[in-house]
T-cell receptor, first 113, second 112 residues
Framework: DADVTQTPRNRITKTGKRIMLECSQTKGHDRMYWYRQDPGLGLRLIYY???????NKGEISDGYSVSRQAQAKFSLSLESAIPNQTALYFC????????????FGEGSRLTVL | QKEVEQNSGPLSVPEGAIASLNCTYS??????FFWYRQYSGKSPELIMF????GDKEDGRFTAQLNKASQYVSLLIRDSQPSDSATYLC????????????FGKGTLLTVNP
């Protein structure tokens, strides 16, 4: 089983719908991140959390919200999805006690029609 | 806006050659640097990290860092077709608050 698990792996939805992407990890890491990846734009940081009570905006947080329900769980919500939120979303974890390496989940491909 | 720039490629090299991937960054305060490999449709995976000026070698891979020039590179010796992937440069400029900024990636193709 993957150490960083994302659900769903693929989702097609319609404009205006609420969508939640979930991430859970068994690595025991304190830091969790949400990135989106678009062709030609690379990975961009949406939100990040350094512990359960800590939530921080990344460079492209507009239209998104997050919840850190537990150290192992970090969910990303799109309250009202729009087509330009069609992308590949990655959850990542990191350990504040090590080198700063991020470990990525397998990705969630979201299509908003 | 902290920026990380990479040549998007594609970079094409013959099998057995040295592939050279380059990255520049804008934030002079950046402290640690990472190279990730991403196969098509897969998630990024770490190849190497480097903190200090100079070279760091790990098997066929060598990372090079020049903080004065704000430049980091990755050399892949004896390139193999299995090295064909997109290589992402990532920079941490947040100190102990690790928050990586990624470049857009360079697509490498190794031809048999």
């Amino acid at each position: 089983d993957a150490d960083v698990t994302q659900t769903p792996r693929n989702r097609i939805t319609k404009t205006g719908k609420r969508i939640m992407l979930e991430c859970s990890q068994t690595k025991g890491h304190d830091r969790m991140y949400w990135y989106r990846q678009d062709p030609g734009l690379g990975l961009r940081l949406i939100y990040y959390s350094f512990d359960v009570k800590d939530i921080n905006k990344g460079e492209i947080s507009d239209g998104y919200s997050v919840s850190r329900q537990a150290q192992a769980k970090f969910s990303l919500s799109l309250e009202s999805a729009i087509p330009n939120q069609t992308a590949l979303y990655f959850c990542a974890t990191g350990d504040s006690k090590n080198t700063g390496e991020l470990f990525f989940g397998e990705g969630s491909r979201l299509t908003v029609l | 806006q902290k920026e990380v720039e990479q040549n998007s490629g594609p970079l094409s090299v013959p099998e057995g050659a040295i592939a050279s991937l380059n990255c520049t960054y804008s934030d002079q305060g950046s402290q640690s640097f990472f190279w990730y490999r991403q196969y098509s449709g897969k998630s990024p995976e770490l190849i190497m990290f480097i903190y200090s000026n100079g070279d760091k070698e790990d098997g066929r891979f060598t990372a090079q860092l020049n903080k004065a020039s704000q430049y980091v590179s990755l050399l892949i010796r004896d390139s193999q077709p299995s090295d064909s992937a997109t290589y992402l440069c990532a920079v941490n400029s947040g100190g102990s608050n690790y928050k990586l900024t990624f470049g857009k990636g360079t697509l490498l193709t190794v031809n048999p």
